[in-house]
């Protein structure tokens, strides 16, 4: 069973930086698709990154040029640096994975991924 676990959230302000992981358990597909989602109170669940195992990438516009998203492949973990950060950037942030590659239209789409992590805070104070 796969399980994916997010660590790394906190407070911090605007302008600083952080960096989440999500460590993944129980995975044996050789190829797939990873992305981070953030969700802030009372809003939709919003794609903000995602990657495939080879290393392809793609960022929602509000977030380019200052996030980016990684994968090592021998950690089983995946990674979001977020420098920049604004106060629109506080949310509760999850992963996301499914075992195959990525079709690129779907990503941003929390229905596209099959399995979930539990989420870590990112709270952004101006």
């Known amino acids: 069973q796969v399980q994916l676990v997010e660590s790394g959230g906190g407070s911090v302000q605007a302008g600083g930086s952080l960096r989440l992981s999500c460590a993944a358990s129980g995975y044996t597909y050789s190829t797939y698709c990873m992305g981070w989602f953030r969700q802030a109170p009372g809003k939709e669940r919003e794609g903000v990154a995602a990657?495939?195992?080879?290393?392809?990438?793609r960022y929602a516009d509000s977030v380019k040029g200052r996030f980016t998203i990684s994968l090592d492949n021998a950690k089983k973990t995946l990674y979001l640096q977020m420098n920049s950060l604004k106060p629109e950037d506080s949310a509760m942030y999850y992963c996301a994975a499914r075992g195959t590659s990525c079709a690129w239209a779907a990503v941003s789409r929390a229905w596209y991924y099959g399995f979930w992590g539990q989420g870590t805070q990112v709270t952004v104070s101006s």
């Open positions: 990657i495939q195992s080879d290393g392809e990438s």
